[in-house]
């Protein structure tokens, strides 16, 4: 193995991706139930590695060794439980001071053998093939160079045998950004003749699968090679490599839980057949694996199959068929009464079949179609996305919501949008009643994974502060307001979130870690309640990262998680205030936040991360003990009060990701918006060049205000300045603000002319704007 790793850091030397992470690869890049595996974990600072955080159960890890430079990485052993839940784990790395980014390491149910190739040739024909045993999972590398890599294994088959192969190589995603991995493989007998191909599947998208029966006794060989010729980055993969049967589908695709369905298992060379598959009682996807190393994915629903050619539904149900006609479109009859809502969504590309499915609902008598939807969206499907660039196979399936008009029969029509048919075409659509959901999301920017953003990492005696989002789910109803709860806190830690009020789709929430608190990472949700807890609500946490990420934000694999990840880390010598500021921020004014930080002298990054909908800040400012930060509102910031924070970083690290760098936050404060004491209306008016005039403000008070207000015109044409200062105090109906022309300025009409509106109050300078004036410049008069 240690070849191998060597040859990956060779390779890793040159990649420069911005921002940066602090996990960049793990090797090897899985193992089989029941090994240990010491694996190598790559990145930037990483010093004092403490846990290993896996989302899912079956692995531990012990014996962290760091590398020569403990930045940079170190070894750790991961001990595989011998009934470990095959395929992908994610898992983060909790340091003595932060919380990484999320990797993937995958469990096969076979032993897995290494490549170990040094360089390019050395098993790239059948004369040179590597042998191996029959399951098996061949750990390799595409390795870079001017010509192509070949992988060719050899193995011993029976006549009437399986020889099946599964590639994980895209599904790896070894890197965050780059490392296309896009493989084909190929079977062939001892004189190379071809028995099948394969280079994308509908079942794993860019990762091939194949299966043959061998024809006779002997040795048969596997090749693995890029499907088109691009230089790789880091290209592992995992090749499953065995006697297993292959299934493309299943039919039915799932079945009410708790019973067993008599399931026809599709796609395999050697025939179809029939099993009984035993469902569990929980709802949702069900992972069924035969003997295969990855499963077909079935549905597990509180209600009865239908299944083609019986059209007639009693909803709630889930329609099951096969389109295996060219241009075939399946017809189901159901009831429904005026105002049901039912949510209906389809399940086929979801599961692996290879069909586009497109629907359409309309009235039993005719008419037009009511719904008739093809693609979905992620949201649509529960799932965040990322500026609505991401893509996955899922989006390929229709989700619509069917609101009943009338009462009546009611007809469900379903075709591939493109006319495909074939025996493994199998769909399946479920439908429900409609339920009010709202999901928490924490979510990036871009496809990168920012702790600055993203991470809940908390300092023990200190607080940290970021967004949560609220994402309504398509057809929810529930639009009043809500509270946050959290499960599954680790000791010593608490949430405090403000209440979300009607139509906010942002609020801040903030972790607090006692000074005892033990350090730790735990799996957390963040779940949407309302204030009635009468009303239904369903609520869950989700998160999703891109890995072999691409420009424009189209990843090539996209990991979704149902849990947030956060750690409390070893404590930081700093804390930082925030003053509660003693006037109100006023729509379409600016207000300084008094920041005070103790404990440390070195420089910290201010800024708060939440504002409410309406308000900026500037840029981050430097606080050594005391700073301020300017927020501005515009003039649709809507008047209430908000609770907000500011979050202070230390330096140095990358400062786009937040990777090498401590943050915590400040306590809550509240923030207050309100109207501005005093709109005006700026009258239109007219000067000559080379001459004075006026513009006549007309005064509305919407708050009582004391002292004087200053004045000030914005947005004068060039060549056109106000002369003196104009005040006006409360009682004032309207002021004048003296205007000159030069003789030269530019004649014409001018409009989008400002004032601001200058005050003194709690000991600063408040300013805010109004007004929008229009002002013609004229010739003058002795010229015409």
Same mark, same amino acid.
């Given at each position: 193995?240690?070849?191998?790793?060597?040859?990956?850091?060779?390779?890793?030397?040159?990649?420069?991706?911005?921002?940066?992470?602090?996990?960049?690869?793990?090797?090897?890049?899985?193992?089989?139930?029941?090994?240990?595996?010491?694996?190598?974990?790559?990145?930037?600072?990483?010093?004092?590695?403490?846990?290993?955080?896996?989302?899912?159960?079956?692995?531990?890890?012990?014996?962290? !060794?760091?590398?020569?430079?403990?930045?940079?990485?170190?070894?750790?052993? $991961?001990?595989?439980?011998?009934?470990?839940?095959?395929?992908?784990?994610?898992?983060?790395?909790?340091?003595?001071?932060?919380?990484?980014?999320?990797?993937? $390491?995958?469990?096969?149910?076979?032993?897995?053998?290494?490549?170990?190739?040094?360089?390019?040739?050395?098993?790239?024909?059948?004369?040179?093939?590597?042998?191996?045993?029959?399951?098996?999972?061949?750990?390799?590398?595409?390795?870079?160079?001017?010509?192509?890599?070949?992988?060719?294994?050899?193995?011993?088959?029976?006549?009437?045998?399986?020889?099946?192969?599964?590639?994980?190589?895209?599904?790896?995603?070894?890197?965050?950004?780059?490392?296309?991995?896009?493989?084909?493989?190929?079977?062939?007998?001892?004189?190379?003749?071809?028995?099948?191909?394969?280079?994308?599947?509908?079942?794993?998208?860019?990762?091939?699968?194949?299966?043959?029966? &061998?024809? #006779? *006794?002997?040795?048969?060989?596997?090749?693995?090679?890029?499907?088109?010729?691009?230089?790789?980055?880091?290209?592992?993969?995992?090749?499953?490599?065995?006697?297993?049967?292959?299934?493309?589908?299943? /039919?039915?695709?799932?079945?009410?839980?708790?019973?067993?369905?008599?399931?026809?298992?599709?796609?395999?060379?050697?025939?179809?057949?029939?099993?009984?598959?035993?469902?569990?009682?929980?709802?949702?996807? /069900?992972?069924?694996?035969?003997?295969?190393?990855?499963?077909? !994915?079935?549905?597990?629903?509180?209600?009865?199959?239908?299944?083609?050619?019986?059209?007639? &539904? #009693?909803?709630?149900? &889930?329609?099951?068929?096969?389109?295996?006609?060219?241009?075939?479109?399946?017809?189901?009859?159901?009831?429904?009464?005026?105002?049901? #809502?039912?949510?209906?969504?389809?399940?086929?590309?979801?599961?692996?079949?290879?069909?586009?499915?497109?629907?359409?609902?309309?009235?039993?008598?005719? *008419?037009?179609?009511?719904?008739?939807?093809?693609?979905?969206?992620?949201?649509?499907?529960?799932?965040?996305?990322?500026?609505?660039?991401?893509?996955?196979?899922?989006?390929?399936?229709?989700?619509?919501?069917?609101?009943?008009? &009338?009462?009546?029969?009611?007809?469900?029509?379903?075709?591939?949008?493109?006319?495909?048919?074939?025996?493994?075409?199998?769909?399946? !659509?479920?439908?429900?009643?409609?339920?009010?959901?709202?999901?928490?999301?924490?979510?990036?920017?871009?496809?990168?994974?920012?702790?600055?953003?993203?991470?809940?990492?908390?300092?023990?005696?200190?607080?940290?502060?970021?967004?949560?989002?609220?994402?309504?789910?398509?057809?929810? +109803?529930?639009?009043?307001?809500?509270?946050?709860?959290?499960?599954?806190?680790?000791?010593?830690?608490?949430?405090?979130?403000?209440?979300?009020?009607?139509?906010?789709?942002?609020?801040?929430?903030?972790?607090?870690? @006692?000074?005892?608190?033990?350090?730790?990472?735990?799996?957390?949700?963040?779940?949407?309640?309302?204030?009635?807890?009468?009303?239904?609500?369903?609520?869950?946490?989700?998160?999703? $990262?891109?890995?072999?990420?691409?420009?424009?934000?189209?990843?090539?694999?996209?990991?979704?998680?149902?849990?947030?990840?956060?750690?409390?880390?070893?404590?930081?010598? /700093?804390?930082?205030?925030?003053?509660?500021?003693?006037?109100?921020?006023?729509?379409?004014?600016?207000?300084?936040?008094? !920041?005070?930080?103790?404990?440390?002298?070195?420089?910290?990054?201010?800024?708060?991360?939440?504002?409410?909908?309406?308000?900026?800040?500037?840029?981050?400012?430097?606080?050594?003990?005391?700073?301020?930060?300017?927020?501005?509102?515009?003039?649709?910031? @809507?008047?209430?009060?908000?609770?907000?924070?500011?979050?202070?970083?230390? +330096? *140095?690290?990358?400062?786009?990701?937040?990777?090498?760098?401590?943050?915590?936050?400040?306590?809550?404060?509240?923030?207050?918006?309100?109207?501005?004491?005093?709109?005006?209306?700026?009258?239109?008016?007219?000067?000559?060049?080379?001459?004075?005039?006026?513009?006549?403000?007309?005064?509305?008070?919407?708050?009582?205000?004391?002292?004087?207000?200053?004045?000030?015109?914005?947005?004068?044409?060039?060549?056109?300045?106000?002369? *003196?200062?104009?005040?006006?105090?409360?009682?004032?109906?309207?002021?004048?603000?003296?205007?000159?022309?030069?003789?030269?300025?530019?004649?014409?009409?001018?409009?989008?002319?400002?004032?601001?509106?200058? /005050?003194?109050?709690?000991?600063?300078?408040?300013?805010?704007?109004?007004?929008?004036?229009?002002?013609?410049?004229?010739?003058?008069?002795?010229?015409?």
């Amino acid at each position: 193995m240690l070849r191998v790793v060597l040859i990956a850091a060779v390779c890793a030397c040159s990649l420069t991706a911005e921002p940066r992470h602090m996990v960049d690869y793990l090797l090897p890049r899985g193992g089989g139930v029941g090994a240990t595996v010491t694996a190598e974990i790559h990145g930037s600072f990483l010093e004092n590695p403490r846990e290993i955080l896996f989302y899912g159960s079956g692995i531990t890890a012990s014996d962290f !060794v760091p590398f020569s430079r403990p930045g940079d990485g170190f070894k750790v052993k $991961f001990h595989i439980a011998p009934d470990c839940p095959v395929g992908e784990h994610v898992l983060r790395v909790r340091t003595a001071t932060s919380l990484s980014d999320a990797v993937t $390491f995958w469990v096969s149910r076979f032993p897995t053998e290494y490549e170990f190739e040094d360089k390019p040739g050395q098993n790239d024909t059948i004369a040179t093939a590597k042998p191996i045993p029959m399951n098996v999972t061949v750990e390799g590398q595409i390795l870079p160079g001017p010509d192509p890599d070949i992988d060719v294994y050899r193995v011993l088959a029976r006549q009437g045998q399986h020889i099946s192969v599964e590639v994980e190589a895209a599904r790896l995603g070894t890197l965050h950004y780059g490392g296309e991995n896009d493989l084909a493989v190929r079977i062939l007998d001892q004189n190379g003749k071809e028995l099948g191909r394969d280079d994308d599947s509908a079942l794993y998208v860019q990762d091939p699968v194949l299966s043959v029966i &061998a024809p #006779a *006794g002997g040795a048969y060989y596997v090749e693995i090679r890029q499907q088109i010729y691009d230089p790789p980055r880091m290209a592992w993969y995992r090749a499953h490599i065995g006697t297993f049967s292959r299934p493309t589908a299943i /039919f039915p695709a799932g079945g009410e839980a708790g019973t067993a369905i008599s399931a026809r298992i599709l796609g395999d060379p050697a025939g179809e057949r029939t099993e009984s598959i035993a469902l569990p009682q929980a709802t949702g996807n /069900f992972n069924y694996f035969g003997d295969a190393p990855s499963p077909n !994915v079935l549905r597990v629903s509180p209600y009865p199959n239908v299944i083609w050619p019986a059209n007639n &539904a #009693a909803l709630p149900a &889930a329609l099951n068929g096969i389109l295996d006609q060219p241009g075939a479109t399946h017809i189901y009859r159901f009831a429904a009464k005026k105002g049901q #809502a039912w949510h209906v969504r389809v399940f086929a590309r979801t599961l692996g079949a290879p069909v586009d499915p497109r629907i359409w609902i309309r009235a039993a008598n005719g *008419g037009r179609n009511l719904v008739d939807a093809d693609d979905s969206r992620l949201p649509d499907l529960g799932r965040p996305s990322m500026r609505g660039t991401w893509h996955v196979k899922d989006q390929e399936d229709p989700v619509a919501v069917f609101h009943a008009p &009338a009462d009546g029969e009611y007809l469900l029509g379903i075709a591939d949008t493109t006319g495909a048919a074939g025996p493994d075409h199998v769909y399946r !659509v479920e439908i429900e009643p409609l339920r009010d959901t709202i999901y928490t999301h924490i979510t990036m920017p871009d496809g990168y994974q920012l702790p600055r953003l993203t991470g809940l990492i908390v300092p023990q005696g200190n607080r940290w502060t970021l967004d949560v989002q609220l994402a309504p789910q398509l057809g929810n +109803t529930y639009k009043g307001d809500l509270e946050l709860a959290a499960e599954g806190l680790p000791k010593g830690v608490t949430m405090i979130a403000p209440r979300v009020t009607k139509g906010l789709l942002r609020a801040p929430v903030q972790f607090a870690a @006692a000074d005892d608190a033990p350090p730790a990472a735990a799996l957390i949700r963040i779940l949407a309640r309302p204030v009635d807890p009468s009303v239904p609500l369903q609520s869950g946490s989700r998160q999703a $990262f891109a890995l072999i990420n691409r420009p424009g934000e189209l990843p090539w694999h996209c990991v979704f998680l149902d849990r947030y990840a956060l750690a409390v880390v070893d404590p930081v010598p /700093f804390h930082v205030t925030l003053v509660p500021p003693a006037v109100p921020l006023m729509q379409g004014s600016d207000l300084i936040l008094q !920041v005070r930080v103790e404990g440390t002298g070195a420089p910290l990054e201010v800024q708060p991360d939440w504002l409410p909908p309406g308000v900026s800040h500037d840029p981050a400012v430097t606080v050594r003990k005391e700073g301020a930060i300017r927020i501005q509102a515009n003039d649709k910031a @809507a008047p209430g009060v908000y609770r907000i924070a500011v979050n202070a970083s230390t +330096t *140095g690290g990358d400062a786009y990701s937040g990777v090498g760098r401590s943050r915590v936050s400040s306590e809550f404060v509240e923030l207050r918006i309100a109207e501005p004491y005093l709109s005006l209306d700026l009258q239109r008016t007219s000067v000559e060049r080379g001459k004075r005039g006026e513009i006549v403000a007309v005064v509305k008070v919407n708050r009582p205000f004391e002292g004087k207000a200053k004045l000030t015109l914005r947005q004068l044409p060039r060549g056109v300045r106000q002369v *003196g200062t104009a005040e006006i105090a409360a009682r004032d109906k309207e002021a004048v603000l003296h205007i000159e022309a030069d003789p030269d300025a530019l004649a014409g009409m001018y409009t989008g002319i400002s004032c601001e509106i200058e /005050f003194q109050e709690g000991g600063q300078t408040i300013r805010s704007h109004s007004g929008n004036g229009a002002l013609r410049v004229d010739l003058p008069r002795s010229s015409l």
